[in-house]
């Protein structure tokens, strides 16, 4: 396979890589502009740009680019740093562009009711491949959801025991009511995906949490649910809904720098439960 080949299998693997291409050359150096070498997320390469110093240089590089998931343009100059000289080059500068090779994005959504149609939508339209699961087969249906790219009409426990989602996978909670949703939550928490949002009230979402954590489920594993989802923007019918989560959903993805609604209204309520039992203990030791 050439390197395109290999970029589209790595892709379909749900798997992460970074391309480096020489855009620049001036002088003599060990390969040829446009010259391609693919590092793929477990550290193996594709390809060649010519060997050496600068190959492990960009190598690291690369590595790095897939984790920010930003792209990166580094030049080196041959002739200046003496660890380029292998015997093999006669003093070029050459300048390298990194760029990220991301697998597509992978929503999940459980729940097949009106946000969920409009969300598979709106989220198809923004770049992601969505799933969708429903325990019932009249709304789990692709008449329904012709976006979606796959539809599974199961009890959620029978999808959940098939669904794997990556580390490049996002996770909604749209069901129809709260058992659904802490069943789904509890198993999501405990999954790769990179998000995890669930729909409802701040009072839902709380008493959710505290059963799970009850339940045994580390608290910390809480900490990267978005819930009540998505962002504040007043939305209020379903397809407003729909939006709200998107861009969320985008937010996240473009690794966006404005704070955004996480969890941070959840652990100021459990601090200041905290502190006024604190406060409470301290005047009922005082009384004593």
């Known amino acids: 396979m050439d390197i395109y080949e290999q970029i589209v299998q790595l892709r379909r693997e749900g798997r992460r890589g970074a391309v480096a291409t ?5 002088g003599s150096i060990p390969s040829f502009r446009t010259a391609k070498m693919l590092v793929r997320d477990d550290g193996s390469i594709a390809g060649t740009i010519g060997g050496g110093c600068v ?13 920010s998931e930003k792209p990166r343009t580094l030049t080196f100059d041959l002739n200046q ?9 006669c003093g070029g500068t050459l300048e390298i562009f990194i760029e990220p090779v991301l697998p597509p994005a992978l929503l999940y959504v459980f729940g097949a009711g009106h946000v969920a149609q409009s969300l598979c939508q709106t989220a198809n339209n923004a770049g992601f491949d969505v799933v969708v699961t429903d325990d019932r087969s009249s709304y789990a249906s ?3 959801f012709p976006a979606a790219r796959e539809i599974h009409a199961l009890d959620f426990d029978q999808a959940m025991e098939k669904l794997d989602p990556n580390e490049s996978s996002y996770i909604v909670m749209v069901t129809r009511g709260h058992r659904d949703d802490m069943r789904v939550l509890r198993w999501a928490v405990q999954t790769r995906a990179r998000y995890v949002g669930m729909i409802g009230s701040k009072r839902k979402v709380i008493q959710i949490f ?3 954590q009850e339940e045994g489920l580390a608290a910390h594993l809480f900490d990267r649910v978005y819930a009540p989802i998505g962002l504040d923007i007043g939305a209020v019918t379903p397809e407003e809904i729909a939006v709200a989560i998107t861009a969320e959903l985008i937010a996240f993805r473009r690794h966006a720098t404005a704070v955004l609604p996480h969890l941070s209204w959840f652990k100021t309520a459990n601090q200041t439960v905290s502190e006024s039992e604190d ?10």
């Open 142 to 144: 692709k008449e329904r």
């Open 210 to 212: 505290k059963t799970l």
């Open 22 to 26: 020489i855009i620049n050359v001036r």
């Open 279 to 288: 406060a409470s203990h301290a005047q009922n030791e005082s009384s004593d």
């Open 81 to 89: 740093d003496p660890k380029y000289d292998t015997g093999l080059v």
């Open 55 to 67: 190959e492990a240089d960009v190598w690291q590089a690369a590595r790095e680019v897939m984790e």
